[in-house]
C-alpha cells in the first residue's frame, strides 16, 4: 500500500457553510414543505458523503439519490436519514432495499409486483414511492393510466405507498409556465384516483429547484432540491427572475507549473490551432479533460490569475491546459489560478463555463473528476 500523498495543486474547495447558508435561503422561500436534498451524482460532484453528513446535522430528513449504489455509499457513511432511490429498484436489489430501509421510486407495474413478492417472502410491508409521467415524457406511469394502476396496486398486500410524484420538465421556462400547471394539475387527478380506491399517499412531490420557487402552488408537503443548494441560479431560473441569495459551493483551483515566452508564428499545444501573433507569455496549468475541464473550452474559455481573465489557449489535453497571461501581471511557477470562484473583482461560475459551451452548470461540477480531491471547509 502507497501512502496517499496529494500535493498537485488541482483541488475542489467545497464551502460546506455556503451550502447550509443555502439551503436556509430555500427553507425561507418553500415555508411548510419539507425539503428532499439532491445527493445523487456524487452530490452533482461535491462530495455526497459529506454534503449529506452537513444536511442531515442541519435537519434535512430526506436524500435523493439515482442508484442503490449511491444510497449505500451514504448508508455506510453513517448516513441515517430517509433515502429515496430515483432509479428504482432492479431485480435483486429487493433485500438490500428492505435491509438498508430505503425506498425506491416505482414506475413500472413489473416492478411494483416484483417488489411486493419480495416484500411478502421477507414478511415485511415495502414502502415505496410511485412515480407517474405528467409530460416529462421520461419515467413514470404514464398519468393517463392512473385509474388502472390504482386499482392495480391496491391489489398487492405489501406494498405500502408513501408517495405519489412526479417531475417538471420545464419549469425554468417561463413560455412553457402553462405546460407546468398543466403537469402540477394532472398530479393533482392523479391522486384523486388513487383517493378512489383508499390510498392516501403522506406525501406528494413534483416540484424541483426552479419549480419551487417560481410556482408556489407546486410545493406541496415536499420539494426535492438539487442545483440550487449547490449555489447554481444564473441556467436554472430564468433571466428575468429575482434570484435567491444562494452562493457557489464549489470553488475549482490550481497553480501554475510553468511559464514561457513565445515569439510571434509559435504554436501551442496539439494540432497548432493556436499560434502566437505576437510576443505572449504562456503558463501552463495542472489540469486536464481527465479532471474534468471540458476540452470543448479549447481556445475559447478563460480561468483567472491574479484578479484578470485569462484566455485558455491551444488545446485542452488530458492532463494540462495552457493559458495566455500575457496581461495578467507577474506570474511565476505556484502562482495561483481560479478556474471557478472569485478572485479579486471578477467571479467565473460554473454556469459561466457552461454557458460559454452550450451546456449547464450541473454537467461542469458533475464532470470534475474524482483525481481533483475534494477538500471541505
Known sequence: ?????????????????????????????????????????????????VCA???????????????????????EAGNTGRILVLGGCWPGEEKAFFEFALTPAVFTLEQVRRIDAAAAANKLTA????????????????YNLADSVAEEIRKLENIDV????????????????????LQNDRLDKIIDAFLQVGIKPRLTDIANS??????????????????????????????ETEKPDVRPVMRLE???????????????????????????????IPIGYFDGLPRSLSNKG????NGVLSPIVGRISMDWTTIDV???????????????????????????????IDTISYEITCGISRRVPRIYI
Not at 455556503?18 to 428532499?36: C, E, P, S, W, Y
Not at 415505496?128 to 405528467?134: C, E, G, N, R, S
Open 127 to 142: 414502502t415505496v414511492h410511485l412515480k407517474f409521467d405528467t409530460g416529462m415524457g421520461r419515467v413514470g406511469f404514464r
Open 53 to 75: 453528513e452537513k444536511l442531515q446535522d442541519a435537519g434535512v430528513k430526506w436524500f435523493a439519490v439515482a442508484t442503490l449504489g449511491e444510497a449505500l455509499e451514504l448508508r
Open 302 to 305: 478563460s480561468v483567472l490569475v
Open 254 to 284: 490550481t497553480e501554475v507549473a510553468q511559464v514561457k515566452t513565445i515569439n510571434p508564428g509559435e504554436s501551442v499545444g496539439y494540432g497548432r490551432t493556436f499560434v502566437a501573433g505576437e510576443k505572449r507569455v504562456i503558463a501552463t
Open 210 to 239: 426552479p419549480g419551487a420557487i417560481l410556482f408556489p402552488e407546486s410545493r406541496r408537503n415536499l420539494v426535492r432540491i438539487g442545483g440550487l443548494l449547490y449555489g447554481f441560479k444564473g441556467d436554472i431560473l430564468p433571466q
Open 1 to 49: 500500500m502507497h501512502t496517499q500523498i496529494h500535493n498537485r495543486p488541482t483541488i475542489a474547495i467545497i464551502d460546506t457553510q455556503a451550502l447550509i447558508h443555502n439551503l436556509n435561503v430555500i427553507r425561507q422561500i418553500t415555508g411548510n414543505a419539507d425539503i428532499m436534498a439532491v445527493v445523487k451524482a456524487d452530490a452533482y460532484g461535491h462530495g455526497a458523503r
Open 326 to 356: 500575457t496581461e495578467a501581471g507577474e506570474v511565476k511557477e505556484g502562482t495561483k489560478v481560479t478556474i471557478i470562484g472569485r478572485d479579486g473583482e471578477l467571479e467565473l461560475r460554473a454556469e459561466d463555463i457552461a454557458g460559454s
Open 162 to 181: 408513501e408517495a405519489i410524484f412526479s417531475h417538471f420538465s420545464a419549469a425554468d421556462n417561463p413560455a412553457e409556465s402553462d405546460f407546468t400547471r
